[in-house]
């Protein structure tokens, strides 16, 4: 069973940057997709970024080039740099791990954006 911690959330003013850290159980940052998701009150969950074996990266629109994810396979995390964070980021964030038909996510770390 793959378990999946996240750390780093908090409270930041507009503008400001936070780094979430996703802490896996096993290899499965070698070796599978790792993502970033996030679920605002009221909204559907949606993704943030994911990256595939092969560096294959991809961003929402609204977080293009303003977050960055990139993973330490050595010690199996994964990491959501947000810089330039916007109120509307508000959410809680989750890490996913996808592997073959297994389907793995964290607890969820929330992150707030104050005006």
């Known amino acids: 069973q793959v378990q999946l911690v996240e750390s780093g959330g908090g409270l930041v003013q507009a503008g400001g940057s936070l780094r979430l850290t996703c802490a896996a159980s096993?290899?499965?940052?070698?070796?599978?997709?790792m993502g970033w998701y996030r679920q605002a009150p009221g909204k559907q969950r949606e993704l943030v970024a994911i990256l595939a074996p092969g560096s294959n990266i991809r961003y929402a629109d609204d977080v293009q080039g303003r977050f960055t994810i990139s993973t330490d396979r050595a010690r199996n995390k994964v990491f959501l740099q947000m810089n330039g964070l916007k109120p509307e980021d508000t959410a809680l964030y989750y890490c996913n791990a996808k592997l073959s038909a297994y389907d793995y996510w964290g607890q969820g770390i929330q992150v707030t954006v104050s005006p």
């Open positions: 096993g290899r499965i940052v070698s070796f599978g997709t």
